[in-house]
T-cell receptor, first 110, second 112 residues
Framework: LAKTTQPISMDSYEGQEVNITCSHN???????ITWYQQFPSQGPRFIIQ???TKVTNEVASLFIPADRKSSTLSLPRVSLSDTAVYYC???????????FGKGTTLSVSS | NAGVTQTPKFRVLKTGQSMTLLCAQD?????MYWYRQDPGMGLRLIHY???????AKGEVPDGYNVSRLKKQNFLLGLESAAPSQTSVYFC???????????FGSGTRLTVV
């Protein structure tokens, strides 16, 4: 599976847009990019997934350039409740499982 | 509510004791997974299953066994608990890995 690299931590203030970039240089043709969010003492929660270009849902947007070697999770106008760990993963498909790294710890302050 | 239920939520074991963690899902998912998470770390895959009666090893399978006798249940066993197995254990299920996982709320296990 393609290894992902993302910043260990990021800081932001309420109301700002936060962009977390992840690199996955060895991504394969049939791989998807997927992001999860984890709050303390809880299991991770699926946020968003994409293959290429841009995907948007009620929580976030995901930008994937044409070469797919990186992706950017965009959280619009964060609040204190967005403080969490965000994981970028590459999902290969049938018969496999997700391998989590350490993720990016996002701290939002007032 | 539909989801993934883990039993028990907390447990303290003595070194050498055995126990079984139960994961149950009611979403008719084919795939089920067991992860462990240590403080300040990401999740590490222990074992997973791609369907009833199947199991596969993950990143850190030693010291654990699993069984998937029924589609809705995935059991994680510790035959002889060690302090290094003190961790939070998360179970997850999915229709397929690319469609996103649903995680349980975790089991906090302490081995003394």
């Amino acid at each position: 599976l393609a290894k992902t690299t993302q910043p260990i931590s990021m800081d932001s203030y309420e109301g700002q847009e936060v962009n977390i970039t992840c690199s996955h240089n060895n991504i394969a043709t049939n791989d998807y990019i997927t992001w999860y969010q984890q709050f303390p003492s809880q299991g991770p929660r699926f946020i968003i997934q994409g293959y290429k270009t841009k995907v948007t849902n009620e929580v976030a947007s995901l930008f994937i350039p044409a070469d797919r070697k990186s992706s950017t999770l965009s959280l619009p106008r964060v609040s204190l409740s967005d403080t969490a760990v965000y994981y970028c993963l590459v999902a290969r498909g049938e018969g496999t499982a997700l391998i989590f790294g350490k993720g990016t710890t996002l701290s939002v302050s007032s | 509510n539909a989801g993934v239920t883990q039993t028990p939520k907390f447990r303290v074991l003595k070194t050498g004791q055995s126990m079984t963690l139960l994961c149950a899902q009611d979403m008719n998912h084919e795939y089920m997974y067991w992860y462990r998470q240590d403080p300040g770390m990401g999740l590490r895959l222990i074992h997973y299953s791609v369907g009833e009666g199947t199991t596969a090893k993950g990143e850190v399978p030693d010291g654990y066994n699993v069984s998937r006798l029924k589609k809705q249940n995935f059991l994680l066993g510790l035959e002889s608990a060690a302090p290094s197995q003190t961790s939070v254990y998360f179970c997850a299920s999915s229709y397929e890995v690319i469609y996103g996982y649903t995680f349980g709320s975790g089991t906090r296990l302490t081995v003394v």
